[in-house]
T-cell receptor, first 114, second 122 residues
Framework: AQSVAQPEDQVNVAEGNPLTVKCTYS??????LFWYVQYPNRGLQFLLK??????LVKGSYGFEAEFNKSQTSFHLKKPSALVSDSALYFC????????????FGTGTRLKVLA | GAVVSQHPSRVICKSGTSVKIECRSL??????MFWYRQFPKKSLMLMAT?????????EQGVEKDKFLINHASLTLSTLTVTSAHPEDSSFYICSARGIKGAVTSGWGNEQFFGPGTRLTVL
């Protein structure tokens, strides 16, 4: 069965410090992996994706993620957190069944403290 | 880019009435649209997948007679919550995937999300 895990409900980090939001996945075949951010009462905003190629993916707003096949992880990172990064972050994997469905993680609330 | 809009952004209705939510792809042809429901502080739950011109495929546990989905054109899908009750109050988000002009490698693999619709049933 395909699944995505975000082990942390909440991550707190001080402004200016590096941040990491964790994501691990289980999928048969080559995964398509995504990160989205959601602000209160808003839809999902795309941050970045891994389809193929370089394991380090750079995305919007200074975020990046590293695809690690051996650890089946796709952690989201940013070198220096901003208070405005405080939001809900979702990791997703596109299923390989041909239906193009996304499987979402449970979300991680990031709180950046001033 | 690939822009998806939803209308309305917010709706309040009385119990027993029906509410229609529209999802439009503004600059591409959406061959597939997805409808999600999100409870407060929770993840997105896929309700159904619809392909243009076909009946929607509902996820297990989703009542197809309560949540009517129509995908009549390549740019529009609608979700109608019939005989809404307070427990249907939620944040509904649509997404779309499809083709834009000449298909570029991998473009159709991605879903593009609408801004969501907050439904409150009194």
């Amino acid at each position: 069965a395909q699944s995505v895990a975000q082990p942390e409900d909440q991550v707190n980090v001080a402004e200016g410090n590096p941040l990491t939001v964790k994501c691990t996945y289980s999928v048969s075949g080559n995964p398509y992996l995504f990160w989205y951010v959601q602000y209160p009462n808003r839809g999902l905003q795309f941050l970045l994706k891994y389809i193929t190629g370089d394991n380090l993916v750079k995305g919007s707003y200074g975020f990046e993620a590293e695809f690690n096949k051996s650890q089946t992880s796709f952690h989201l990172k940013k070198p220096s957190a901003l208070v405005s990064d405080s939001a809900l972050y979702f990791c997703a994997v596109r299923g390989t069944s041909g239906t193009y469905k996304y499987i979402f993680g449970t979300g991680t609330r990031l709180k950046v403290l001033a | 880019g690939a822009v998806v809009s939803q209308h309305p952004s917010r709706v309040i209705c009385k119990s027993g009435t029906s509410v229609k939510i529209e999802c439009r792809s503004l600059d591409f042809q959406a061959t597939t649209m997805f409808w999600y429901r999100q409870f407060p502080k929770k993840s997105l739950m896929l309700m159904a997948t619809s392909n243009e011109g076909s009946k929607a495929t509902y996820e297990q546990g989703v009542e197809k007679d309560k949540f009517l989905i129509n995908h009549a054109s390549l740019t529009l899908s609608t979700l109608t919550v019939t005989s809404a009750h307070p427990e249907d109050s939620s944040f509904y988000i649509c997404s779309a995937r499809g083709i834009k002009g000449a298909v570029t490698s991998g473009w159709g693999n991605e879903q593009f999300f609408g801004p969501g619709t907050r439904l409150t049933v009194l």
